[in-house]
């Protein structure tokens, strides 16, 4: 029933790293684009960073440098390797997976994984 399992979050200091994953279930595959994004609280969803299926990534401003992602098309997994962790990194990360079919984009979520940096 699980369509993305997320894992990798935590506690870490400033200055530390945490590596994110990410696997879509069976009955998404051949997803076009999986990505991350995160969530402060109060504030919208914003993207961390997104990779195609064909392994173009994209970066928000404020992490280039300092995260990267990458994904196993043959497995539908997404990893983001965070380094140089800063207090502005917490929040609620999540795994989103996108699917083109008949011409349909459909969105698939994960349920979120909690990142905390301390100072």
Known sequence: QVQLVESGGGLVQAGGSL???CVASENILRVNRMGWYRQAPGKQRE????ITSG????YA???KGRFTI??????NTA???MNSL???DTGVYYCNAVKTTWGIQYDYWGQGTQVT???
Do not use: C, F, Y
Request: without cysteine; proline residues 3%; glycine residues 4%.
């Open 19 to 21: 590596r994110l994953s």
């Open 47 to 50: 993207l961390v960073a997104t």
């Open 55 to 58: 392994g173009i990534t994209n």
């Open 61 to 63: 401003d404020s992490v």
């Open 70 to 75: 990458s994904s196993d098309n043959a497995e």
């Open 79 to 81: 990893a983001l390797q």
């Open 86 to 88: 800063k207090p502005d």
């Open 117 to 119: 940096v301390s100072s």
